[in-house]
């Protein structure tokens, strides 16, 4: 399902990573954002008017706990397989991006101005999981030709020592 349609990326900022977005064909732009809640709520997702937070730190196993992915990160094919291929992790995927969908008719009927509908991704250290639900669920919207900006705020930070 999501061979070959993984994005470039950019380094952006101090810590952070922004994935080269999809060519938006709807009005409404999806900005997904992820995070580690360890290194605390970012700026980006407490401050911006955000749609849908997504909380995965106890739905799937953390590939932090294997001490040979705790450098890599969720743009690695290894993490990706990992995480994507953990008992439910598609439908929940699947669903999230369907929510997301749900979101784009209102709020491009609410305005004539393209918008925006903010969507973070919360795992512990903003490396990992996020990061692959994040590209997971671009890819989704993308098929669905909705466009969509994916912004890792975490994932150059030092890995978080548990």
């Not at 994935?19 to 980006?44: A, C, N, Q």
Request: aromatic residues 6%.
């Amino acid at each position: 399902m999501f061979e070959g349609e993984w994005p470039e990326a950019t380094p952006a900022g101090r810590y952070g990573l922004v994935v080269d977005p999809f060519e938006p064909i709807t009005l409404v732009k999806v900005v997904i954002r992820s995070f580690g809640y360890l290194h605390g709520v970012p700026r980006d997702v407490a401050i911006v008017p955000t749609q849908l937070v997504i909380d995965v730190r106890e739905l799937f196993r953390d590939p932090h706990m294997r001490p040979e992915f705790r450098e890599l990160t969720g743009r690695d094919d290894v993490i990706r397989a990992n995480v994507l291929d953990q008992p439910g992790a598609i439908e929940f995927i699947r669903a999230q991006a369907a929510a997301i969908a749900t979101l784009v008719p209102g709020m491009s009927a609410r305005q004539p101005n393209p918008l925006v509908v903010n969507v973070a991704v919360g795992c512990a250290g903003g490396r990992h999981r996020s990061v692959v639900i994040a590209e997971a669920l671009a890819v989704l919207l993308h098929q669905q030709g909705i466009g969509s900006d994916v912004r890792h705020l975490d994932i150059r930070r030092p890995v978080v020592q548990r």
